[in-house]
């Protein structure tokens, strides 16, 4: 059973930047793609990026490309998400999920963390 844990989430001010962690457990990720997803208060679930286990493509949301970076360390098992130039909006839980196709819908992800909070602001 692959069981996945977030971490890095905090406060920061407007500009600043937070790399967030999903660690793996039970399982390789080497094998799943996985996808970063984010809530805000009152929104539904969106897609922030994904990274394919086959070729190492990735994905990002519109709002999000140049700032934010996703990569995966297998030595280490976990996917990182360097978030840099945060605003205000990017403020929200953020959870990794897992599956086996690289995709931005929440739905077809069948292993997802507990989710970390990314507040930005001054």
């Known amino acids: 059973q692959l069981q996945l844990v977030e971490s890095g989430g905090g406060l920061v001010q407007p500009g600043g930047s937070l790399r967030l962690s999903c660690a793996a457990s039970?399982?390789?990720?080497?094998?799943?793609?996985i996808g970063w997803f984010r809530q805000a208060p009152g929104k539904d679930l969106e897609g922030v990026s994904c990274i394919s286990s086959s070729d190492g493509s990735t994905y990002y949301t519109d709002s999000v490309k140049g700032r934010f970076t996703i990569s995966r360390d297998s030595a280490k098992n976990t996917v990182y998400l360097q978030m840099n130039s945060l605003k205000p909006e990017d403020t929200a839980v953020y959870l990794c999920a897992a599956d086996r196709i690289a995709t931005m819908t929440p739905t077809l992800y069948d292993y997802w963390g507990q989710g970390t909070q990314v507040t930005v602001s001054s």
């Open positions: 039970g399982l390789s990720l080497d094998y799943y793609a």
